[in-house]
């Protein structure tokens, strides 16, 4: 059995959102599982309950599996690693993930129409859940974004590189292997080709290419 890729999409995303990512995979001769979940609804931890419920029995009988994701899929990853033991694991890759919470969600959790819309909203500031889950104990490489494309939310992380939802800083996790930054927006880094290209790097040599 081949090695196996699972994609988990962001906040207000869809499988779609990975496409490039699992077309890549296939043709690397991964057998890919490009995630579908409602992830504007639960809680990050329900969001890695459900994984260990439905996607974890999948997985037993692959030699290795590796995990890449996008924004709030790194955050759900985390809390399944952290709560799941996955013997078979191998590498991971998120891209643009608020591993220390993002300013946007500070300021969005002031609204209360924005909190009860969007569940995840409420652990993504820079004091919640996801800045206080544990470091990696795995091997992780991070891809951040630098270009922002929305340039309300770059004045709420106070001008800071950012991706337009993530400053870059805010990326970054503790005990990762290796880390990169690409010109890029937070929305189209999973279809950027030196993204992907920097993505299948990783989990075949473990770091990113020297010139990224």
Not at 68 to 90: D, E, W
């Amino acid at each position: 059995m081949d090695d196996v890729v699972v994609l988990l999409h962001g906040l207000g995303r869809t499988p779609l959102s990975m496409l490039a990512l699992s077309l890549g995979a296939r043709r690397r001769g991964y057998r890919v599982i490009n995630l579908h979940y409602r992830s504007t609804r639960s809680t990050i931890e329900e969001h890695a309950d459900h994984l260990a419920r439905t996607l974890a029995p999948r997985l037993t009988h692959a030699p290795r599996v590796h995990f890449v994701t996008h924004s709030l899929g790194g955050i759900i990853v985390r809390q399944f690693l952290a709560m799941h033991a996955l013997p078979n694991l191998g590498r991971v890759v998120m891209l643009a993930p608020p591993n220390g919470g993002s300013e946007v969600a500070d300021v969005l959790q002031r609204s209360r129409m924005a909190s009860c819309a969007v569940t995840p909203l409420r652990e993504l500031g820079t004091h919640d859940l996801a800045a206080m889950l544990p470091p990696a104990t795995f091997s992780l490489g991070v891809i951040a974004g630098s270009r922002s494309h929305i340039p309300l939310f770059s004045r709420w992380m106070r001008g800071v590189p950012n991706d337009g939802v993530v400053a870059v800083d805010r990326t970054r996790l503790a005990g990762m292997r290796d880390f990169v930054v690409l010109h890029r927006t937070h929305t189209m880094l999973p279809w950027s080709p030196d993204a992907i290209g920097e993505t299948f790097r990783f989990l075949e040599e473990g770091r990113f290419s020297a010139s990224a």
